[in-house]
């Protein structure tokens, strides 16, 4: 029970990169040699470093591409959807109700992709501004 237990908790920090960097350090470190422990600090650094980076990129081209589904739906939805709807046969009161879904239905996408929109742009600028470390340009 104990063996499997320390296994799994083997596997799980495993899979934190950060808590293996720490214990690549540590062990480093343990080893007394100044030199090998800085270099094994700056190695795990800049592949946290580089990992960061990817997923800041990777997270500003899926808000991208998130945010403009979500404008074309809103675009979408408010001329096609609800002029689809024959509002004749209903009373005024499903007709003022029907008009306010569609006003508040057409807002929150529209909204919502401009903002998706805004949020990836502004992960993709800051990374071609360098603002981002980038471990693969070191």
Known sequence: ??????????????KNKAAVALLHVAMAAMT????????????????????????IVIMSVMSLVVGSVFLYIGIFVNTTVYNAIPTSGMTASDNTTLAGVKTNVNTAFTLGGIIMIVIGAAGIISVL????????RA
Do not use: D
């Open 129 to 136: 501004l360098g603002m981002v470390p980038n471990a693969t």
């Open 32 to 55: 007394g040699n100044k030199v090998h422990s800085q270099n094994v600090m700056n190695i795990e650094a800049t592949k946290l470093t580089k990992n960061a980076f990817l997923g």
């Open 1 to 14: 029970m104990f063996e499997m237990l320390k296994e799994k908790i083997k596997r799980n920090l495993m």
